[in-house]
């Protein structure tokens, strides 16, 4: 099983004893001395690393001529780090589906000179069509899901470009961002919510879930127990495993001992 955090690489400390045995590491801030210091510590021999980056600006429109330009220099950037995965965040268009409303995604991105009249989903698949031929065989490419289907949320497919039925099937694995109680949802909608797109992919899928409440305004109200419940329904099959947001977070809100806990017990 994937034992997975998202982490910073301006904050690693403590990470040796998460109980991980892969880490998901930010571009941003990135440097080759942390990434040697997580690559050769020997409590890290039986670890694997990812490389995560920003695909898409936020503001940026992803059909515009620069935008697969900006993707290619950052996946030449992670390239260099010779990891087994890239991970892209925010490939798609703009839209806070965190706060989503009823079925309402709120700040859409608005068609503009790039994008109007054209299909979104279309636009994304190209990019990911030339992202795989840009990298190849050096490493295997994932994405950040937003955790929806389609038939109940339009908006994912017609403004947001993520149809997972299409692009999930041409990434080699997906993680659906199961942040479940900024979108309303139950702990039992992250293992429904797997296998629905497992059908849909035929790829792996590895969850990742919050650690603490979320936007940082807000009390954390999260729970050991909660933690503990979605934890167990992220690691259900067909499952890959889990992967927590984030080490920051966790060492601030003083719950890494719930994940060394989660990831060490039998």
């Not at 497919?157 to 942040?179: E, V």
Request: hydrophobic fraction near 40%.
């Amino acid at each position: 099983m994937i034992k997975s955090i998202f982490v910073d690489p301006l904050d690693i400390n403590g990470i040796e004893n998460s109980g991980a045995n892969h880490l998901i590491v930010t571009l941003d801030h990135l440097t080759l001395k942390v990434w040697e210091k997580l690559r050769l510590h020997t409590w890290c021999v039986k670890l694997d690393l990812a490389i995560c980056i920003t695909a898409l600006e936020q503001g940026d429109c992803p059909a515009s001529p620069k935008a697969f330009d900006q993707l290619a220099h950052k996946l030449q950037a992670a390239l260099t780090y010779k990891a087994a995965e890239i991970w892209l965040d925010h490939f798609r268009f703009d839209g806070s589906w965190e706060q989503i409303k009823g079925s309402q995604i709120p700040n859409l991105h608005a068609d503009c000179k790039w994008c109007r009249g054209k299909d979104r989903v279309q636009i994304l698949l190209d990019h990911l069509n030339k992202a795989k031929q840009y990298i190849g065989h050096q490493a295997k490419l994932g994405y950040f899901a937003v955790p929806f289907r389609s038939e109940e949320v339009p908006q994912l497919t017609s403004s947001l470009g993520q149809d997972h039925s299409i692009l999930g099937k041409i990434f080699d694995a997906s993680s659906p961002m199961f942040y479940h109680r900024m979108i309303g949802k139950p702990t039992t909608y992250i293992s429904e919510f797997v296998s629905w797109m497992h059908q849909q992919t035929k790829k792996p899928i590895l969850p990742i879930i919050q650690i603490k409440d979320m936007p940082d305004n807000l009390e954390d109200r999260l729970t050991k127990e909660e933690i503990t419940q979605a934890f167990k329904e992220a690691q259900k099959p067909p499952s890959e495993g889990v992967c927590f947001f984030n080490w920051t977070q966790a060492q601030q809100m003083q719950k890494s001992s719930i994940i060394h806990k989660l990831f060490t017990t039998p």
